[in-house]
């Protein structure tokens, strides 16, 4: 038997020749030594495919930036996806990450090619026009600059993407959509996460120019307390509502009101309104406006503009049943219902009084005697006339027993 005895190393591996050091990276590659060494070779046999991709982010790293770097993604998915410039649709890979929509050309690309921002979201919409994809569902994105149209695999992927873009846009979860519990309770969770994160991006952030002077008089409806971007946003969102709002000006001493109007495209004016020490309101223009109450400034301003100008006025959605959740006592799943809408039971009706019922105790009234002797026409056919000369059986018994009676009473005292 022979005994195997293994030498010891004194000597570390050294790198093969013509290989550099370990570290560093060729020259126009991207790819540090051990990586090209580790990649697996692509289907051509030429470049290892760790180099391929390198090559293809770096030819798109221009107009993006890393994935990794993005707010987070709460919904993702392919888009067809045509701006107002563009002749046609491209297929994008589309995640909604924070406020925007960031489009990549595949799911695997870490580098996005286009951002749509959606502070300046006006609308979306149905598209009800064919495509050549009878399945396909289209979107209208109406943005402050302009419209997007948005191409998405079939409806029930547009209801989500629109599900998910109100949520994130309003921070409120839509209720005129038609999504399953489940869906609805992402959405709730998607409104929590980018509450937060918008919190925790401005800290410091106050509320929307709160005012630090009382207000006098009664507060117009048309009052809204939101900043000068978010005057104008409504405005346009809501151009049917009205064209004018009063809210809080910036410096938080004084009002403003924003106005729109068409002019080949949304025409916006703000006008200062300032609390005069004396009391009262006045309109900061070239030639001041005067007026008692905020109701007297928004009167000017339609009189001014001859009713060009109108109060913006927004009839906020009710619900018209009446919902609640309740767990499932054999899965514990939480389920929205509907309360019955049936009326409610009525309660049962008193009986009506026997206007004719009267206690023992009780007495008629003596009869009115100024009634008897009121003068009445001579007219035989006249009722009344029959009804005095004519007296019932009843009162005729009781007029007899009355004189027998006084009969009586004169013969005993006699």
């Not at 563009?86 to 890979?93: A, T």
């Not at 609805?184 to 106050?206: G, I, T, Y």
């Amino acid at each position: 038997m022979f005994n195997l005895v293994h030498a010891p190393q004194t000597q570390q591996a050294r790198p093969a020749v013509g290989s550099p050091p370990p570290g560093q990276r060729l020259v126009g590659e991207g790819v540090s030594a051990p990586q090209l060494l580790r990649a697996p070779l692509s289907s051509a046999g030429a470049l290892p495919a760790t180099l391929m991709a390198a090559a293809a982010v770096r030819q798109r790293s221009g107009p993006g930036g890393p994935r990794a770097q993005l707010p987070p993604c709460y919904y993702e998915g392919y888009l067809e996806k045509r701006a107002p410039k563009e002749k046609g649709s491209r297929r994008l890979w589309t995640c909604l990450c924070g406020n925007s929509l960031y489009f990549f050309n595949n799911a695997k690309d870490t580098h996005y090619v286009e951002k749509l921002d959606l502070n300046g979201f006006v609308s979306l919409k149905d598209d009800c026009s064919r495509d050549r994809n009878l399945e396909a569902a289209r979107l209208i994105l109406r943005m402050k600059d302009g419209e997007t149209k948005l191409t998405a695999p079939n409806l029930e992927s547009r209801e989500l993407w629109k599900g998910f873009l109100y949520s994130v846009i309003d921070l409120n979860v839509p209720s005129c959509l038609t999504l399953l519990p489940g869906q609805l309770q992402m959405l709730r969770e998607v409104v929590d996460k980018e509450r937060s994160r918008r919190r925790s991006r401005n800290p410091a952030r106050a509320p929307p120019s709160p005012l630090s002077v009382p207000l006098v008089g009664e507060i117009p409806p048309c009052f809204r307390p939101v900043s000068r971007t978010e005057a104008e946003v409504l405005l346009e969102r809501h151009p049917d509502c009205g064209n004018m709002l009063l809210r809080p000006g910036r410096d938080g001493c004084s009002l403003a009101v924003t106005t729109r109007q068409d002019l080949n495209g949304s025409v916006f004016r703000h006008y200062r309104v300032t609390q005069r020490d004396q009391g009262g309101y006045v309109i900061d223009v070239e030639n001041p406006i005067p007026c008692a109450t905020l109701h007297e400034v928004i009167d000017a301003l339609v009189e001014k503009t001859a009713g060009t100008l109108q109060p913006f006025l927004l009839e906020e959605p009710y619900e018209e049943n009446i919902t609640y959740v309740s767990a499932n006592d054999e899965n514990g799943e939480r389920i929205l219902h509907t309360a019955p809408t049936s009326p409610l039971p009525k309660a049962p009706a008193l009986p009506p009084k026997d206007r004719w019922c009267s206690s023992p105790l009780s007495r008629s009234p003596a009869p009115d005697r100024r009634i008897l002797t009121s003068p009445v026409p001579a007219s035989p056919t006249n009722p009344m006339r029959r009804l005095i000369l004519s007296p019932s059986p009843l009162a005729h018994t009781l007029n007899e027993e009355l004189k027998m009676t006084l009969e009586r009473r004169r013969a005993s005292q006699e």
